[in-house]
């Protein structure tokens, strides 16, 4: 009979998560994670597989957190998804400048560093930013019926629009750039989306 796991899997999780965040897949050790989380390797071995096994299960939490708070952020009636949508892209650009550490995205990181060769990694990354989208366009369109933007616009590739400024300005966060100039980003990029015709 098994014996029963004496630790939280949740908090191995999340602090394994902060180390591939901060170091990378690459330069993350499982003995680095066994340090950090006062286990031995054994046991994480044991409980998650190997290297690998781990990243996956933290970057699919992670990408589906990312999901989960976005369409908190974005649903709801018509009237005000403007005010939503506005929220959201300020909000990513206030996170970002936020970020002292300059870590960015997991998201992002995981994706470019993994992608390439692991095709599970590649997949749920694919999921998560067409979920990201799906939630842009979805509100984008109920900002369309409230007659808040062009109606004749496709909502489709204004979500990819936003969607590709909000990834942009996570890049140039994580490259230094300072709070003024995301900001200003974030500002341009509902300033250029297409409003009706008056």
Known sequence: ???????????????????????GYAA???????AATGLGKGSLYGAFGGKQDLFHRVFDDYCSAVVDATAQQLRGDDKNAYARLSAHIRAVAAATAADTAQRGCLLAKGTAELAENDKTVAKRAHTAIEALRTLLRDDIAACQRNGDLDANADPGQLAALVLAVLRGIEALGKAGADEETL?????TALAVLPRPAK
């Open 1 to 23: 009979m098994a014996r029963p796991r004496k630790f939280d899997e949740q908090q191995v999780l999340d602090t394994a998560r902060e180390q591939f965040w901060a170091s």
């Open 183 to 187: 900001t200003g980003i974030a500002g």
């Open 28 to 34: 993350t050790r499982m003995d680095d994670i066994a």
